[in-house]
């Protein structure tokens, strides 16, 4: 019976949520004392949290720990805009870690700092850095992660700032920053030798290397700034004959008319072997070419665009292949090599597409047909025979910005390029 009134009491006590009621406690002492004439002392009752509390006060709890999240977040941007009021630069980003590692010892939230930093890199301009980087490692607390015994080197120990750090080094792969020695000793001093982020340096480092230099056709880091400059590069590793000679056909500059008014000439860079003269001077006059474009190149994380002039494949050229099966003229046979087994095919299944022959190409700065047409007219000081050939555009729209109709349609009237025809 003692039992079962101690329970009733404790389910009492619980669903108040946790508060003792002396007046029952009295009357059961009360009670157990009129029964028995030895007293005996009534034992605390302690409750558990999870008795304790009710969903009322762990949903406030989840609300209370998301607006503390939110908090430190908000509390990591403000850092990140206040040392970057005038600018954004390497100097201001170390600023903004500096001020964090000394506000607190123990570096609390400094997961959160990590997440949010590795997010503002690319806003700064060091996302390629690999200085920035380990001044983001050493963010870390120092000999707390390392596992000191057998379990806690077979269970994933601190598991969210282990994920933290391989974020960092993912981070790094994904902009092709090579860890250094600096890296390697800060994540020894965080994790230790068989953490998940030691791993994923040990890979980065063995594959690395051997990505580095297996691209024969490198493109230079970093990629010039100057669109002339991007323009040359761009052409000379679309064209295939190294005897090709790049042409600056006009430079960016500025014309102000007697109006006051000013008008932007974008750069034209063009791009012709002497096979291309000599097949272009070899073409059939009452027939016309095709400027096409704009076609893409990326070079790495930039987008270019080129112009193509090329010609319609000749039907000189083109022979209709009959089909063996169906050639009464030639002889079937079955061409069998006893030396290689049914399954070694050792050619590749190729599509072969007829085109025509290509001229020239080039780089503008605009997309409009007066700016091509500049340069079709810069063409025939070294191609005479365009003056005799009709040109037919065949543009379309890329993702660039375009000029408006007002300027194109200035632009049509200023450029006094009758010898071609215009297509879209």
Request: glycine share 4%; charged share 25%.
């Amino acid at each position: 019976m003692k039992c079962l009134r101690a329970l009733l009491v404790a389910g009492e006590l619980s669903a108040r949520r946790g508060s003792f009621l002396k007046k029952d406690l009295l009357q059961f002492q009360r009670s157990s004392s009129l029964q028995n004439s030895r007293l005996l002392p009534v034992r605390s009752i302690q409750l558990s949290t999870v008795l304790g509390t009710s969903n009322f006060t762990v949903k406030n709890r989840e609300k209370h720990d998301k607006e503390s999240t939110n908090q430190s977040l908000m509390k990591t941007e403000d850092l990140f805009e206040a040392t970057s009021i005038h600018e954004k630069t390497k100097a201001t980003f170390q600023e903004a870690v500096d001020i964090f590692c000394k506000r607190d010892i123990h570096r609390k939230g400094h997961v959160d700092f990590i997440y949010a930093a590795l997010r503002k890199m690319p806003e700064y301009g060091v996302e390629k850095d690999v200085n920035v980087y380990n001044k983001i490692l050493d963010v870390f607390p120092k000999k707390v992660f390392i596992p000191q015994n057998i379990y806690q080197k077979m269970l994933k120990y601190y598991p969210r700032q282990q994920d933290c750090g391989v974020h960092v080094l993912e981070q790094m792969e994904h902009y092709g920053v090579m860890p250094n020695k600096e890296t390697r000793s800060l994540l020894l001093e965080i994790f230790g030798d068989r953490s998940n982020p030691v791993r994923k340096y040990q890979r980065i480092m063995y594959w690395f290397p051997k990505f580095k230099h297996i691209s024969p056709y490198q493109v230079p880091t970093p990629l010039p700034e100057d669109p002339i400059g991007l323009a040359k590069l761009s052409l000379q590793r679309i064209a295939a004959d190294l005897n090709a000679k790049v042409t600056v056909h006009q430079i960016p500059h500025l014309e102000i008319l007697d109006s006051e008014k000013v008008i932007n000439h974008p750069h034209i860079v063009g791009i012709q072997s002497p096979d291309q003269q000599s097949l272009l001077a070899s073409h059939n006059t009452e027939k016309p070419i095709f400027l096409e474009g704009p076609f893409r190149l990326w070079l790495k994380s930039k987008c270019v665009y080129y112009y193509v002039l090329r010609a319609e494949p000749s039907e000189e050229n083109m022979v209709e292949v009959i089909d063996p099966e169906r050639n009464f003229y030639y002889p079937m046979h079955l061409d069998i090599d006893l030396e290689r087994d049914v399954l070694d095919d050792y050619e590749f299944d190729t599509d072969k597409v007829e085109e025509g022959p290509v001229f020239a190409m080039c780089m503008a700065g605009a997309e409009n047909k007066a700016t091509l047409a500049k340069w079709i007219v810069s063409l025939q000081e070294t191609n005479p025979i365009l003056h005799d050939i009709v040109v037919i555009f065949r543009l379309t729209h890329s993702t660039q910005e375009l000029q408006s109709n007002e300027e194109i349609e200035e632009d049509n009237a200023r450029a006094q390029a009758k010898f071609f025809k215009q297509e879209v």
